[in-house]
């Protein structure tokens, strides 16, 4: 008898998975075409209406019959407007029966519709967790490791950033991953009912606007490694300072070996606008470092200016 692979059976399933979320797509398309057609149904020419309003038009209808055969000393004209009145009132009536109708059928395709979308939500979520349980059995085989060990991490990746971990075509990610033993996949999800859909773009900066989320795969002490170097970017803060020219002179001589020394010292980078007359340094980084170094730029500002 074959040994059972665990690997095989959530492949296995993975695919069945996905066989169902093609068929639930499949039923949302065709409750689309049945909105359509039902919508085309509706008369633009009738005024929408509600059931409260067609429930009243007998009891209304009723009431005007009453007071027509009960009150004394009705002109003819003032019998023709209730007459006029009572004929109209059936005629609305009428109008909203075939509403009405179409406008049902409308709310039930609606909410089939829901259905299936919740149902559609809830295969992408296990999907996602199959993913993941997969990912961690390749993890483990990849680098060695016990799948009973392998956690995952989540790390918040501001948009600003984002090119930043990422890197051009992945860089910054696989430098990560081979030197931290995981695997990074940057994700940014979506509802199925704005239309869009989870998707993870491994190693691909996802399209501009909200966070993204980092989740890294692997052991725990390689995951931590992992996202402490992600935090440095994602946490990083600039603090922008005016140094007079100096002081200028003196980080950027020598092919900028005071610059060097800061930015390896603090784990920063500094950057600076060479377009003022007054420079301005930006120093970028985690926000102990980025601090640390502001203080001693500006103990070398008060020194060269003593």
Same mark, same amino acid.
């Given at each position: 008898m074959a040994a059972f692979d665990v690997g095989d059976a959530l492949r296995g399933r993975l695919k069945q998975g996905s066989e169902q979320r093609l068929l639930i797509l499949a039923r949302i398309r065709s409750l689309d075409e049945r909105m359509n057609a039902t919508m085309k149904q509706i008369d633009k020419k009738i005024k929408p209406g509600k059931q409260?309003?067609?429930d009243g038009i007998d009891s209304e209808i009723a009431g005007i019959e009453y007071?027509?055969?009960?009150? =004394?000393?009705?002109?003819? !004209? #003032?019998?023709?407007?209730?007459?006029?009145?009572?004929?109209?009132?059936? *005629?609305? *009536?009428?109008?909203? #029966?075939?509403y009405l109708k179409v406008d049902n059928k409308i709310k039930e395709i609606r909410a089939e519709k829901d259905r299936e979308y919740e149902s559609l939500n809830t295969m992408d979520k296990i /999907?996602? #967790?199959?993913?993941?349980?997969? *990912?961690?059995?390749?993890?483990? *085989?990849?680098?060695?490791?016990?799948?009973a060990d392998v956690v995952e991490r989540e790390v918040v990746v501001p948009e600003e950033t984002i090119? @930043? $971990?990422?890197?051009?075509q992945? %860089? !910054?990610?696989k430098v990560i991953e081979s030197e931290c033993r995981v695997t990074i996949d940057i994700d940014r999800a979506r509802d199925n009912r704005r239309g869009g859909r989870s998707k993870d773009a491994n190693k691909d900066e996802p399209a501009?606007?909200? &966070?993204?989320? %980092?989740? $890294?795969?692997? $052991?725990?002490? !390689?995951? =931590?490694?992992a996202v402490e170097r992600l935090e440095r970017t994602t946490l990083a803060v600039t603090v922008e300072l005016k140094i007079k020219e100096p002081l200028y002179v003196m980080l950027t001589s020598k092919r900028a070996k005071q610059l060097n020394q800061? /930015? #390896? /010292?603090?784990?920063?980078?500094?950057?600076?606008?060479? @377009?003022?007359?007054e420079r301005r340094g930006?120093?970028?980084? %985690? &926000?102990?470092?980025? !601090?640390?170094?502001?203080n001693a730029n500006a103990n070398a500002n008060a020194n060269a200016n003593a």
């Amino acid at each position: 008898m074959a040994a059972f692979d665990v690997g095989d059976a959530l492949r296995g399933r993975l695919k069945q998975g996905s066989e169902q979320r093609l068929l639930i797509l499949a039923r949302i398309r065709s409750l689309d075409e049945r909105m359509n057609a039902t919508m085309k149904q509706i008369d633009k020419k009738i005024k929408p209406g509600k059931q409260s309003e067609y429930d009243g038009i007998d009891s209304e209808i009723a009431g005007i019959e009453y007071k027509r055969n009960t009150s =004394a000393g009705l002109t003819l !004209n #003032e019998e023709k407007k209730m007459l006029r009145k009572m004929k109209d009132l059936g *005629k609305r *009536k009428d109008e909203l #029966e075939g509403y009405l109708k179409v406008d049902n059928k409308i709310k039930e395709i609606r909410a089939e519709k829901d259905r299936e979308y919740e149902s559609l939500n809830t295969m992408d979520k296990i /999907q996602s #967790e199959l993913t993941r349980a997969l *990912k961690r059995l390749d993890i483990a *085989k990849l680098w060695g490791d016990s799948a009973a060990d392998v956690v995952e991490r989540e790390v918040v990746v501001p948009e600003e950033t984002i090119s @930043q $971990v990422v890197g051009r075509q992945g %860089a !910054n990610l696989k430098v990560i991953e081979s030197e931290c033993r995981v695997t990074i996949d940057i994700d940014r999800a979506r509802d199925n009912r704005r239309g869009g859909r989870s998707k993870d773009a491994n190693k691909d900066e996802p399209a501009g606007g909200a &966070p993204a989320t %980092a989740r $890294v795969t692997g $052991v725990p002490a !390689n995951v =931590a490694r992992a996202v402490e170097r992600l935090e440095r970017t994602t946490l990083a803060v600039t603090v922008e300072l005016k140094i007079k020219e100096p002081l200028y002179v003196m980080l950027t001589s020598k092919r900028a070996k005071q610059l060097n020394q800061l /930015q #390896e /010292q603090y784990g920063i980078r500094i950057f600076d606008d060479r @377009q003022n007359p007054e420079r301005r340094g930006r120093n970028s980084g %985690a &926000p102990d470092g980025a !601090n640390a170094n502001a203080n001693a730029n500006a103990n070398a500002n008060a020194n060269a200016n003593a």
